[in-house]
C-alpha cells in the first residue's frame, strides 16, 4: 500500500517536472520571438530613420555651401575695398 503510494507519487512528479519543463521550453520560445518581434521593429526603425538622416545631411550640405558663397563674397569685398586703397594710394602718390 505505501510502495503504491509512493509509485504514485513518483508518477506525479515526474509528470509535474515535464510540465515545468514544457512552460520553460514554451517560455524559451516566446522569447525567442519577442527577439525576433524587436529585430523587425528595429530593423523598421532605421528604415524610417534612414532617409531622414539623409536629409538633415543633405540640408546640412546646403548650408555648408550657403557658407562658403559667403565666404567668397566677403572675400571679393575686402579685395575691392583693397583694390580702391591702393587706386588712393597711387593717386596720392601720382599727384603730390
Same mark, same amino acid.
Given at each position: ?6 509509485? +504514485?507519487?513518483? +508518477?506525479?512528479? +515526474? +509528470?509535474?517536472? &515535464? ?23 528595429? /530593423?523598421?526603425?532605421? &528604415? ?19 557658407? /562658403? ?16 586703397? &591702393? ?10
Amino acid at each position: 500500500m505505501l510502495l503504491l503510494l509512493l509509485l +504514485q507519487l513518483l +508518477q506525479l512528479l +515526474q +509528470q509535474l517536472l &515535464l510540465l515545468l519543463l514544457m512552460l520553460l521550453l514554451l517560455m524559451l520560445l516566446l522569447l525567442l520571438l519577442l527577439l525576433r518581434l524587436l529585430q523587425q521593429l528595429l /530593423i523598421l526603425l532605421l &528604415l524610417l530613420v534612414l532617409p531622414l538622416l539623409l536629409l538633415l545631411l543633405l540640408l546640412l550640405l546646403l548650408l555648408l555651401l550657403q557658407l /562658403i558663397l559667403l565666404l567668397q563674397q566677403l572675400v571679393l569685398l575686402l579685395l575691392l575695398v583693397m583694390l580702391v586703397l &591702393l587706386l588712393h594710394c597711387y593717386c596720392y602718390y601720382y599727384y603730390s
